[in-house]
Nanobody, 122 residues
């Protein structure tokens, strides 16, 4: 079992930055594809970004590409998301997730964090 705990969410003005962190415990995450997904009020959960277990490949949703950066530190069992130039439409609960699959689709993740709220004011 892997337990995931996110932190770093908060309220920020448009154009500002936040850095989310996800700390894993229970098992090393080095062989898991790690990802961030988000869910805005009244909307379905959507993919934001993912990073391969080796860390050499990253994937981004078009809406965040060039503004968000995902990274991982397998030695510390952590996942991070640097979010720059935030927009009001980035407002959502952000979830950290881990998958044993190389290319998980949709909600094909084995473990989920509880989520952290990000609110971007205009």
């Amino acid at each position: 079992q892997v337990q995931l705990v996110e932190s770093g969410g908060g309220l920020v003005q448009a154009g500002g930055s936040l850095r989310l962190s996800c700390v894993a415990s229970g098992r090393t995450i080095r062989r898991y594809t790690m990802a961030w997904l988000r869910q805005a009020p009244g909307k379905e959960r959507e993919f934001v970004t993912a990073i391969s277990w080796i860390g050499g490949s990253t994937y981004y949703a078009g809406s965040v590409k060039g503004r968000f950066t995902i990274s991982r530190d397998n030695t510390k069992n952590t996942l991070s998301l640097q979010m720059d130039n935030l927009k009001p439409e980035d407002t959502a609960v952000y979830y950290c997730a881990a998958s044993a699959k190389a290319t998980p689709q949709g909600d094909e993740y084995d473990y989920w964090g509880q989520g952290t709220q990000v609110t971007v004011s205009s």
